[in-house]
């Protein structure tokens, strides 16, 4: 089937009153965004949908991009046919000879926006009813509940019908929320809670911690397409790359080896609270799931969040593991996620870390190091990579070396 128009309906939107008009502005930008990638599409945002005209490209590329933007409750792929009941028909028949299968019901619903047009709802719903009985007579009409619904919508630029409701991905438009900073790892949770951050409105800036010569390229490249697979559900995203091996090193040697995963993080979450600041971000997003490793007690939380005042969320604190893989299988992060790539926050975990760290020892531990200036020579070696979504940083090699370890 060949579509020429995908009409985009909002959701939670619909009740956002005086800040509507901001919200629907901004998931436009996110749409053409997402299909920045097909040139001849263009959008139209309006109060209460927005219409996707095609002109001539591939509906189901468009369709799948749509289906990860934040803030579409759902759409439906339309066809455009000429003013005149000849062409509805043959565009319903082409429509029905997909979708209506055997013994399902149908019924039509009309709405007619351009009354000028010389045959009116009810006998558009009469005739054309009775033309997809004449051609499918193992099918009835049903006017509550049917199969399918055929809409046909009477516009002065021409008449357009649907038959298909897709689910979009719901939420707020990315963005709507202000701007977190997610502290991506290479692991499973850290992209789940960034997708739900997202989902929320939430403009993310991923911030990734390498340790060269201790974590690969293949990490570093594996974090990038983790970053690719969010950029799905906004467009693109801003991948920032701070060097933490000095920062590793200078906490091995001088801390003692219980608090070294504790005096890392209190480090970390200096150093993105710092670009939060010079960034315009308002919130640090992390992956902790409470209680799943040692860095992760209410005893650790506390011991770590003590360096800032800034808002630390956790969208998957409450999950378990298997809930967190569930999702990251759903939005395709998972077979990155579990690929051999050490990173930084496992190449120097110490054999028994502190699970129940005490605040002031670690304070008191910490003044071992130069924070100060270990923070400023990180900061000034940050990279900051636009990615586009679905962007690929692993070649075949790699993945191909993955699957046999």
């Known amino acids: 089937m060949k579509y020429t128009e995908i009409m985009v309906r909002y959701g939670e939107l619909s009740t956002k009153g005086k800040n509507r008009k901001d919200f629907i502005a901004r998931l436009g930008g996110n749409i053409r965004k997402s299909l920045k990638d ?57 429509m029905m000879k ?53 809409r046909v919508e009477i516009r002065s630029n021409g008449i357009f019908l649907t038959s298909e409701v897709i689910n979009g991905a719901g939420g ?26 997202m989902k929320r409105g939430v403009e993310m800036e991923m911030v990734h911690f390498f340790s060269p010569p201790y974590t690969s390229e293949q990490a570093l490249a594996k974090a990038k397409e983790l970053s690719g697979k969010l950029a799905a559900y906004s467009g693109s995203v801003q991948f920032i790359q ?15 080896e219980g608090y070294l995963m504790t005096i890392q993080r209190r480090m970390m979450l200096r150093l993105v609270v710092a670009l939060a600041k010079q960034r315009g971000g308002l919130a640090i997003f992390n992956g902790e799931s409470l209680g799943q490793v040692a860095s992760q007690t209410m005893e650790s939380m506390l011991a770590i969040n003590d360096v800032t005042t800034m808002p630390i969320i956790r969208p998957v604190v409450s999950m378990d593991k298997n809930e967190i893989i569930d999702i990251a299988k759903d939005i395709d992060t998972y077979d990155l996620s579990i690929m051999p790539f050490e990173d930084c926050c496992t ?13 002031e020892k670690t304070r008191y531990f910490e003044k071992r190091i130069d924070v100060e200036g270990l923070l ?29 370890l």
């Open 38 to 94: 097909f040139e001849d599409v263009e959008i139209h945002p309006n109060r209460d949908r927005t219409h996707v005209t095609l002109n001539g490209t591939d509906s189901d590329a468009v369709i799948n991009r749509l289906k990860k933007v934040f803030g579409i409750q759902n759409f439906s792929p339309m066809l455009k046919v000429e003013k005149t009941m000849e062409a509805v028909q043959a565009g319903a028949l082409e």
């Open 98 to 150: 997909e979708q209506l299968k055997p013994e399902m019901t149908f019924k039509i619903n009309t709405r007619r926006s351009d009354k000028e047009f010389a045959i009116n709802t009810d006998t558009m719903n009469r005739e054309l009813g009775g033309f997809i009985l004449d051609n499918f007579p193992d099918n009835d009409v049903k006017m509550k509940n049917p199969d399918i619904t055929l």
């Open 172 to 197: 707020l438009p990315v963005g709507t929320a202000g701007k977190g900073m997610m502290m991506l790892s290479g692991g499973i949770d850290s992209p789940v809670a960034g997708y739900l951050g």
């Open 242 to 256: 701070v060097p933490f091996t000095e920062i590793q090193e200078t906490i091995k040697e001088k801390c003692p």
């Open 347 to 359: 190449i120097f975990a110490p054999p028994s870390p502190k699970t129940h760290p005490d605040l």
């Open 376 to 404: 400023e020579r990180s900061l000034a070696g940050v990279k900051i990579t636009n990615i586009r979504a679905e962007e690929n940083f692993m070649n075949q090699n790699e993945e191909v070396f993955a699957e046999l």
